[in-house]
């Protein structure tokens, strides 16, 4: 059963992430209206929040793994 809640969180970051590739693209174009580039920016930062919250409960849970195993050392913060 957490198998399968992984594999879901999983295609839901990368189909979160290719979705914000897209806005990227759309932007990068410059060929949204002022108001279109608008929503698209807002919604490429709700997916930034959401892919960063995402990574940041994996991380927790590798290193609380990490922790109670003392197999792997924990992970180094990248920020």
Do not use: H, W, Y
């Not at 279109?36 to 991380?59: P, S």
């Not at 109670?68 to 050392?73: H, K, M, S």
Request: neutral net charge.
């Amino acid at each position: 059963m957490a198998k399968k809640s992984e594999e879901n969180d999983k295609e839901a970051l990368e189909s979160r992430l290719k979705r914000l590739e897209g806005i990227l693209e759309r932007l990068g174009e410059g060929e949204v209206s002022l108001q279109g580039a608008d929503k698209l920016f807002q919604e490429g930062m709700r997916l930034v929040k959401d892919c960063r919250k995402e990574l940041r409960e994996t991380r927790s849970r590798v290193e609380k793994i990490n922790r109670n195993t003392g197999r792997l050392e924990p992970l180094t913060p990248e920020e």
